[in-house]
């Protein structure tokens, strides 16, 4: 996986081959990635007040199985996002299902992880720093007593920083004249998200990749 500022990249896949008998041979790749940055917010005639913040963003993903006989597949991904002000903490983890296929027969499938717009809003002190982390997981586990097995989870172009959505006063009523800091320099008010051309190149990547696997 790699990480840039607003942007994650997390991607694992795991094959296992058929076989002799029932070694129940083991295979578990993962990819983890963090960015992390901090933030300060104040306004005239706020600082010292406590106000509200509302970002977005955006996770997209794909989770993906193809289980042969006797081969126990699993793929699976989380995304959280952290907003920590002084000693409180404004945590959205996102997790999904596990897809997993396997048994007494062979089973494949795919499934869309997330792939929308979220948001998440917590309290701050204007004037006052308060940290930003966003981590993304993307896992697969494989086990094999015989056949073949596949399993992918790709988060390769997913978990945007999504920018503001809405700044508050402690009485609820919309800041605009707001300014920012952050530790990284990075505009955190405006999105990171790709334009739409951006996202469907991605998308043609990964059915190309599919497709790809299905032929060899």
Same mark, same amino acid.
């Given at each position: 996986?790699?990480? &840039?500022? @607003?942007?994650?990249?997390?991607?694992?896949?795991? *094959?296992? *081959?058929?076989?002799?008998? /029932?070694?129940?041979?083991?295979?578990?790749?993962?990819?983890?990635? $963090?960015? =992390?940055?901090?933030?300060?917010? =104040?306004?005239?005639?706020?600082?010292?007040?406590?106000g509200s913040l509302t970002v977005n963003y955006?996770?997209? #993903?794909?989770?993906?199985? =193809?289980? #042969?006989?006797?081969? #126990?597949?699993?793929?699976?991904?989380?995304?959280?996002?952290?907003?920590?002000?002084?000693?409180?903490?404004?945590?959205?983890? &996102?997790?999904? +299902?596990?897809? &997993?296929?396997?048994?007494?027969?062979?089973?494949?499938?795919?499934?869309?992880?997330?792939?929308?717009? $979220?948001?998440?809003?917590?309290?701050?002190? /204007? @004037?006052?720093?308060?940290?930003?982390?966003? &981590?993304?997981?993307?896992?697969?586990?494989?086990?094999?007593?015989?056949?073949?097995?596949?399993?992918?989870?790709?988060?390769?172009? *997913?978990?945007?920083?999504?920018?503001?959505?809405? +700044?508050?006063?402690?009485?609820?009523?919309? +800041?605009?004249?707001?300014?920012?800091?952050?530790?990284?320099?990075?505009?955190?008010? +405006?999105?990171?998200?790709?334009?739409?051309?951006?996202?469907?190149?991605?998308?043609?990547?990964?059915?190309?990749f599919l497709r790809r $696997? $299905?032929?060899?």
């Open positions: 996986g790699t990480a &840039e500022m @607003g942007v994650l990249h997390a991607y694992a896949d795991q *094959t296992l *081959t058929p076989a002799i008998g /029932y070694g129940g041979q083991p295979g578990y790749t993962q990819a983890r990635v $963090r960015w =992390d940055d901090t933030l300060m917010i =104040d306004a005239p005639g706020l600082t010292g007040q406590t955006r996770v997209n #993903g794909t989770l993906l199985i =193809d289980a #042969g006989y006797y081969a #126990g597949t699993r793929s699976f991904a989380e995304a959280q996002l952290n907003i920590g002000v002084n000693t409180a903490q404004q945590l959205a983890i &996102e997790t999904i +299902v596990p897809l &997993e296929g396997g048994g007494s027969g062979q089973k494949a499938g795919s499934t869309p992880f997330l792939n929308m717009d $979220r948001s998440i809003t917590t309290i701050f002190n /204007y @004037g006052s720093p308060f940290g930003i982390s966003f &981590e993304v997981l993307a896992g697969v586990s494989l086990h094999q007593d015989s056949g073949s097995g596949y399993a992918m989870a790709d988060l390769s172009h *997913t978990a945007f920083w999504g920018g503001f959505a809405g +700044v508050t006063d402690s009485q609820g009523n919309a +800041v605009t004249n707001y300014s920012t800091v952050s530790g990284s320099g990075l505009d955190l008010t +405006v999105s990171t998200v790709p334009e739409p051309s951006s996202v469907l190149l991605a998308l043609s990547g990964l059915a190309f $696997r $299905r032929s060899n």
